[in-house]
């Protein structure tokens, strides 16, 4: 199938390892210009120098997402970069852990304030699209209780329910605005690789609770968000879509 992505030019933060990075390969491999951004300047200019050689242009800029006036100024600079914006997507993120007042603050400046700062930047440009897309990244802590209270879970939980609103305030000027909530993702240096090392018992019975019987991948990840952002499926906004392999055991209706 088509996804009608070529030619489309999609602005990704926080996109030069992970999820992140396997999106923007998917994206480029359909013929998608990029801008990404990233903290480290190595593995934003190697991540540039990869994605190149899939024949599309890619600009990439070494960018703090916490500080928001540099962020915004990005996400507009990039979208001018590019000559406009299709597809946008943030996807950094502080991570969770034990809660704590600075941790609160962490994860609500990168997760939820930076996915709304990024969306109100990108959205001059995407009201000019013809196919303007937002995919908003959450997870499958903010559905079902998971490793106790934490500010990443509830954080999260915030990004579903501000895409939603946005998905009705957005749908009338043509905008699509969709949530992808993976489960647990293994990544090389990622998270889940951390938890494998030092953490043995949470991983061994996090798998145990999957259906499919063993942790997802990036691409598996990107290839959905790639769907969501793509003109294939232009009447779906509002969706949240869930990628667990049957992690989470709430029914979906």
């Given at each position: 199938?088509?996804?009608?992505?070529k030619?489309?030019k999609a602005?990704?933060?926080?996109?030069s390892k992970g999820?992140?990075?396997a999106?923007?390969?998917?994206?480029?491999?359909?013929?998608?210009?990029?801008a990404?951004?990233?903290?480290?300047?190595?593995?934003v200019?190697?991540?540039?120098?990869?994605?190149k050689?899939?024949?599309?242009?890619v600009?990439?800029?070494?960018?703090?997402?916490?500080?928001?006036?540099s962020?915004s100024?990005?996400?507009k600079?990039?979208?001018e970069?590019?000559?406009?914006?299709?597809?946008?997507?943030?996807?950094?993120?502080?991570g969770?852990g034990?809660?704590?007042?600075?941790t609160?603050?962490?994860?609500?400046?990168?997760?939820l304030?930076?996915?709304?700062?990024?969306?109100q930047?990108?959205?001059?440009?995407?009201?000019?699209s013809?196919?303007?897309?937002?995919?908003a990244?959450s997870?499958?802590?903010a559905?079902?209780?998971?490793?106790?209270?934490?500010?990443?879970?509830?954080?999260k939980?915030?990004?579903i329910?501000?895409a939603?609103?946005?998905?009705?305030?957005?749908a009338?000027?043509?905008?699509?605005?969709?949530?992808?909530?993976?489960?647990?993702?293994?990544v090389?240096?990622?998270?889940?690789?951390m938890?494998?090392?030092?953490?043995?018992?949470?991983?061994d019975s996090t798998?145990?609770?999957i259906?499919m019987?063993?942790?997802?991948?990036?691409?598996?990840?990107?290839r959905?968000?790639?769907f969501?952002?793509?003109?294939?499926?232009?009447f779906m906004?509002?969706t949240?879509?869930?990628?667990?392999?049957?992690?989470?055991k709430r029914?979906?209706?």
């Amino acid at each position: 199938m088509d996804l009608g992505l070529k030619g489309l030019k999609a602005v990704l933060a926080g996109a030069s390892k992970g999820i992140g990075r396997a999106t923007a390969e998917v994206l480029a491999a359909e013929g998608c210009d990029l801008a990404i951004c990233a903290r480290g300047k190595e593995g934003v200019d190697a991540a540039v120098s990869a994605l190149k050689s899939k024949g599309v242009k890619v600009i990439g800029e070494s960018v703090d997402m916490a500080d928001g006036p540099s962020y915004s100024a990005w996400v507009k600079r990039a979208a001018e970069g590019l000559g406009g914006c299709d597809i946008f997507i943030s996807f950094a993120s502080a991570g969770g852990g034990p809660a704590s007042e600075d941790t609160w603050k962490a994860v609500f400046n990168l997760d939820l304030l930076a996915t709304w700062r990024g969306i109100q930047a990108a959205l001059p440009f995407l009201e000019k699209s013809k196919n303007g897309a937002i995919v908003a990244i959450s997870t499958t802590a903010a559905l079902e209780e998971f490793l106790g209270p934490q500010a990443y879970n509830a954080m999260k939980a915030a990004v579903i329910n501000h895409a939603h609103a946005m998905s009705q305030a957005l749908a009338p000027k043509g905008i699509r605005v969709n949530t992808v909530s993976p489960g647990p993702i293994y990544v090389d240096g990622g998270a889940w690789d951390m938890v494998k090392t030092h953490m043995r018992p949470i991983y061994d019975s996090t798998v145990a609770a999957i259906p499919m019987g063993r942790l997802g991948n990036a691409e598996e990840v990107a290839r959905a968000i790639a769907f969501a952002a793509s003109p294939a499926c232009r009447f779906m906004t509002g969706t949240n879509i869930v990628i667990d392999g049957g992690f989470t055991k709430r029914v979906q209706y």
